[in-house]
């Protein structure tokens, strides 16, 4: 499964479907462009030859810095055939995270947006850029007129093929290396538990940049012949719309984040819609809290498929798509992969049902951090990769994640995870989520504190849920202050960030 790179997969794929669709992109909820795999693999081929001529070589890095669009797919398979390395960056990113970014990644070439193209060129006047327009129509860009052949590469399964960069909550953003092994395995590691194939069609709606939606959804339908029906941006009418459509575009696959689902559920409302031929709802990239996978369940007929990945590791684990659904489990591991739960300090096994944190090991495991041997080193103990995750395994085999190892509050000595409490906070009525930090505290080192969202028509005062705390949890772990906010800043995949929700109580009147 592992000795092919992703050219090669996709070849494979590409050559044998010939007039079969591809991807049907949607422009604003319209049908823009309709791409059949071989016209797929022929612009891929023309631009790879585009791309050569620009000087762009093996192992050179293009950088994508552009909002989601047909071009960025078909770039994306041109650089592959190259055996290039593709670095999908967020389109939204600032100049000083930028600046950064693309001296990090010493870029051959950055494909820009036109509205990203005065920032790139303010960073580095000297970058190799080429500038798209995302709103033209795919057809009507002029980088096509290439031979059709696919350029000659000599390429092995050990060369990368992308860098994701880390959200660089604890520093500087660290791009992980991901071979084409790892990207092979892990595309077909999902299509095989999830049973993806050609009769499948993926309603994707999930940026391109991360690994959620170019590998887990994108490389994974592609490689399996599956039909892509690819929004360009998300939004809640759109993708109902799509998802109703059982004539045109009949999608049988649907992949999110939590933050999505709940902006689905909350326009749908009361409404019973039928959604029966959607086979697979997946959710992953955060949490999923228990209350929405009943809504999920309730409301699209169907209980979702939590998941667990990361950008240098791939998916890791998954909830069996035909057995149990254990609701906040992120379910058992996939194929190939090895698991221990250690405690962090003495590197020991611990005991079944403790926690402790998750270590892997497994083919789609990154090989390290671009140009940071020090970085990597601190991730890997005798080939283990350290996930900084905190975890458990339940008698059925089962995983859960507890916690992230840095997020833990150390108060007066004593270890609090930030999922515990929240997990009280969320169960008090009016209350729709919350997040737990720690703050610096002179008597205590840390105390906690909690942000908290709650229904508009409810009235909750802060008063009222510590002492719903104080009665599920010891003293020392309730909150010592809360803020009561609109909603919880988080990034496009949905995770809370940690270090803005410290600034609301930092900055706070």
């Not at 601190?378 to 995750?389: A, H, M, Q």
């Not at 003293?475 to 949905?494: A, D, F, H, Q, Y």
């Amino acid at each position: 499964m592992t000795g092919k790179t992703l050219r090669d997969c996709f070849q494979e794929t590409f050559s044998k479907l010939g007039t079969k669709t591809a991807i049907t992109f949607l422009r604003s909820g319209v049908k823009e462009t309709v791409l059949p795999y071989m016209d797929l693999n022929r612009d891929a081929n023309r631009l790879a030859n585009a791309f050569r001529e620009m000087g762009v070589k093996k192992g050179d890095r293009v950088v994508f810095f552009l909002d989601k669009c047909l071009f960025f797919v078909v770039a994306h398979l041109a650089v592959q055939k190259l055996g290039a390395v593709s670095v999908p960056l967020n389109p939204g990113f600032k100049k000083s995270e930028m600046a950064y970014l693309l001296g990090d990644a010493e870029a051959a070439l950055v494909l820009t947006g036109v509205a990203q193209e005065a920032m790139v060129k303010e960073i580095d006047p000297q970058l190799k850029t080429l500038v798209i327009d995302p709103q033209e129509p795919y057809q009507d860009l002029d980088f096509f007129k290439h031979p059709d052949s696919l350029p000659h590469s000599e390429m092995t399964p050990d060369d990368p093929g992308l860098i994701i960069y880390t959200s660089g909550t604890t520093g500087k953003p660290k791009g992980a290396v991901l071979t084409q092994m790892n990207l092979v395995h892990d595309a077909k590691n999902v299509a095989h538990i999830w049973e993806i194939t050609s009769l499948d069609t993926l309603c994707h709606a999930l940026p391109l940049f991360h690994v959620h939606g170019l590998c887990f959804a994108l490389h994974t339908c592609l490689m399996a012949g599956a039909h892509v029906v690819m929004v360009d941006a998300f939004s809640p009418e759109t993708v109902i719309s799509v998802l109703l459509d059982k004539e045109d575009l009949a999608s049988t696959l649907f992949m999110a984040v939590p933050s999505m689902y709940a902006k689905l559920l909350d326009s749908l409302g009361d409404k019973t819609l039928d959604f029966d031929h959607i086979r697979l709802w997946t959710s992953g990239s955060a949490p999923l809290l228990v209350k929405d996978f009943e809504r999920i369940k309730t409301t699209l007929g169907k209980e979702p498929v939590e998941r667990e990945g990361m950008s240098e590791t791939g998916m890791n684990f998954s909830n069996p798509l035909r057995a149990k659904k254990k609701p906040g489990s992120i379910g058992l591991p996939l194929p190939g992969l090895e698991v221990r739960i250690v405690n962090p300090e003495t590197h020991e096994d611990v005991k079944a049902g403790e926690t402790g944190e998750i270590w892997l090991k497994g083919p789609a495991v990154t090989p390290g951090y671009w140009q940071k041997p020090e970085e990597t080193a601190k991730v890997f103990v005798s080939g283990w990769f350290r996930t900084g995750d905190l975890g458990r395994i339940d008698e059925e085999g089962y995983y859960y994640l507890t916690d992230r190892l840095k997020h833990i509050i150390i108060s007066g000595g004593e270890n609090i995870s930030p999922k515990e409490v929240e997990s009280v906070i969320n169960r008090f009525e009016g209350v729709v989520e919350s997040s737990v930090i720690g703050l610096p505290d002179e008597q205590w080192g840390e105390k906690v504190a909690a942000a908290v969202v709650k229904r508009p028509e409810v009235k909750v005062k802060p008063e009222d849920i510590q002492r719903f705390c104080k009665q599920h949890l010891h003293n020392w772990k309730c909150p010592k202050e809360i803020l009561l906010v609109e909603s919880l800043p988080r990034n496009t995949m949905g995770k809370v960030l940690k270090e803005e929700l410290k600034k609301l109580f930092t900055d706070k009147p």
